[in-house]
């Protein structure tokens, strides 16, 4: 078939190379349009745009993909399908009317579960054991359309959202191909979502990737692993914000800390939670590098019965 791929972050390049060594024609690429970036703040392609360009793959930019200069162009191109892997624009009707097959959308959870703009983040947060990806037909509605394929990934005890998403973008790259495969040979037929199981999964905020020190320590360490490494899980430390990585939950006994208090030892930092402390791996203060957690209270001087807010 002859497509034409949408996508814009790092996530969605091994999907455009699986699909540029398929036995499809990519006839063209949709990204965002360039974007400030780095310390001066230059223009910058998005990462499916530099790989389409060297690719040698006529690159489409549109502010926004209602536009009509955009569409005439998409028809000229004559694609039989669009596949999307996290594009980042809502596509109107009249862009999806376009290709023959529409546009056939990776999204990285097992629809229904976790429709919206951060599955991955959402299903480590609540402590799901297994996730996936999905391809389906995208429609009007958000995540709602009729799907392909699905593939399965377990959820390990110490993935970050960024450790999941690298794993889900190799193996959905291969269902995408598969699914495009099977819609030109006619083998694929969509179904329709069931109407049970439906979860949302809306962006994640700096404002939500505040620890709250009451939850069980379990819960702290689902929300630092699903905000890496974005936003970044953080607390407040004598009024300002310090950024935290991994931590690691430690069983609780009799002279466990209370919520948010610190236990400085030689080679270790503990922090009281709603049940047993946690232990923190590494801290990133305001305006410092970020480094081991011992390191950082070494050179804050704390002792213990410090506490994060």
């Known amino acids: 078939m002859r497509v034409v791929f949408a996508g814009t972050p790092e996530v969605a390049v091994p999907a455009l190379d699986a699909i540029a060594a398929s036995d499809h024609e990519l006839v063209g690429v949709v990204t965002r349009p360039d974007a400030p970036a780095g310390r001066g703040r230059r223009l910058t392609p998005s990462p499916v745009g530099l790989r389409a360009e060297e690719l040698g793959v006529p690159v489409l930019k549109p502010t926004h993909p209602k536009e009509p200069e955009f569409q005439e162009r998409l028809r000229e191109l004559r694609p039989d399908c669009c596949p999307v892997v ?103 037929e969509a179904r329709e979502q069931p109407a049970d199981g439906v979860s949302l999964a809306p962006k994640i905020s700096v404002d939500d990737a505040r620890v709250e020190w009451t939850e069980p320590a379990q819960a702290i360490d689902r929300r630092v692993r699903a905000c890496a490494p974005f936003p970044g899980a953080w607390t407040e430390f004598e009024g300002e914000r310090v950024k935290l990585g991994p931590v690691t939950p430690v069983a609780a006994s009799a002279d466990s800390p209370a919520p948010g208090v610190l236990v400085v030892g030689k080679n270790e930092v503990l922090v009281g939670t709603g049940s047993g402390p946690v232990r923190l791996d590494r801290v990133k203060a305001f305006g410092k590098k970020e480094m081991g957690a011992a390191d950082w209270a070494r050179g804050a001087r704390l002792a213990d019965g410090a506490t994060f807010r």
């Not at 996730?131 to 392909?148: E, N, S």
């Not at 699905?150 to 889900?168: F, H, K, N, Q, Y």
């Open 86 to 188: 996290a594009y980042g624009a809502l596509i109107p009707q009249s862009a999806l009317d376009i290709p023959a097959h529409g546009w056939v959308n990776l999204h990285f959870s097992l629809l229904p579960a976790w429709r919206g703009a951060a599955p991955v983040q959402h299903s480590i947060w609540a402590g799901d054991e297994v996730t996936g990806a999905t391809t389906f037909r995208i429609v009007k509605a958000l995540d709602a359309g009729p799907t392909f394929g699905v593939m399965t990934e377990a959820i390990r005890a110490t993935d970050t959202s960024g450790d999941l998403l690298d794993r889900l973008a190799e193996g959905g790259a291969g269902l995408l191909v598969a699914t495009l495969d099977g819609i030109e040979d006619g083998s694929l």
